[in-house]
């Protein structure tokens, strides 16, 4: 079993930043990916941007490409998502996952892709 911890979220101005935290407890072997998805209200969760567990595959949705960055410190067994430049419709609940993968494979941006979530953590950007 692997536990997921998000924090870091909170309420922020438009232009404005934050960086969320995913820490990873438990039994992780072999190859895996961490992805972060979102979900506002009324909406279906989206895939935000996910990274393979070799650090060298990174994968982002467009709507957040050259604003977020995500990394993973493998030592602290965490993922982050730096959040710079936030629009009011990056509010929502953002959650961390993990699920297998392979070498060089890409990161899956389907929810169905991961095993292991997070409880989330909110992020709100006011205009």
């Known amino acids: 079993q692997v536990q997921l911890v998000e924090s870091g979220g909170g309420l922020a101005q438009a232009g404005g930043s934050l960086r969320l935290s995913c820490v990873a407890s438990g039994r992780t072997s072999g190859m895996y990916a961490v992805g972060w998805f979102r979900q506002a209200p009324g909406k279906e969760r989206e895939f935000v941007s996910g990274i393979n567990k070799d650090g060298g595959t990174t994968a982002y949705v467009g709507s957040v490409k050259g604003r977020f960055t995500i990394s993973g410190d493998s030592a602290k067994n965490t993922v982050y998502l730096q959040m710079n430049n936030l629009k009011p419709e990056d509010t929502a609940v953002y959650y961390c996952?993990?699920?297998?993968?392979?070498?060089?494979?890409?990161?899956?941006?389907?929810?169905?892709?991961?095993?292991?979530w997070g409880q989330g953590t909110q992020v709100t950007v006011s205009s």
């Open positions: 996952a993990q699920g297998p993968t392979s070498l060089r494979a890409q990161v899956p941006h389907s929810p169905q892709g991961y095993v292991y």
